[in-house]
């Protein structure tokens, strides 16, 4: 069980998020999820998104996962990950390859929506491949 996460330092809409995003990925860590968080922002663009500031902000927010940078973009390329932030959780069983289970949102949380923070869409999900059940919703 993985997860993959394209987010960055910058966005709003990651800022809304990062706190849960570290304590969620936190308690499945402890059974058995992988974790990893990339950010394929330009520096160019957005100086703060680079390998120094994420740094800093793994420390500050406590990541328990990897944080990476994308310099090329290519991954995000093969991802077709196409904004901020975006989650993948693939499963495998023995026989098989990773397979794609989720790619989605968080949850319907928004920074200015009024809709509190639960991580309920991805947490779903993760319950989901744990329990070995389908997905009982539309991404």
């Not at 069983?93 to 920074?111: A, I, N």
Request: charged fraction near 25%; charge should be neutral; proline fraction near 6%.
């Amino acid at each position: 069980l993985c997860w993959v996460m394209f987010i960055c330092n910058h966005c709003p809409f990651v800022k809304h998020l990062k706190k849960d995003i570290a304590k969620l990925t936190s308690f499945y860590i402890e059974k058995g999820l992988a974790s990893i968080a990339i950010s394929s922002n330009s520096i160019v663009t957005y100086p703060k998104d680079g390998p120094e500031y994420m740094a800093e902000e793994a420390k500050k927010f406590k990541y328990s996962f990897p944080y990476l940078y994308d310099e090329s973009q290519e991954v995000a390329k093969a991802f077709r990950a196409v904004c901020t932030p975006e989650f993948y959780l693939f499963k495998k069983d023995e026989q098989r390859k990773f397979e794609l289970f989720y790619h989605g949102q968080f949850d319907d949380s928004r920074p200015s929506n009024n809709v509190p923070v639960t991580g309920r869409d991805l947490s779903r999900a993760i319950d989901c491949v744990l329990s070995g059940q389908e997905l009982p919703f539309y991404q």
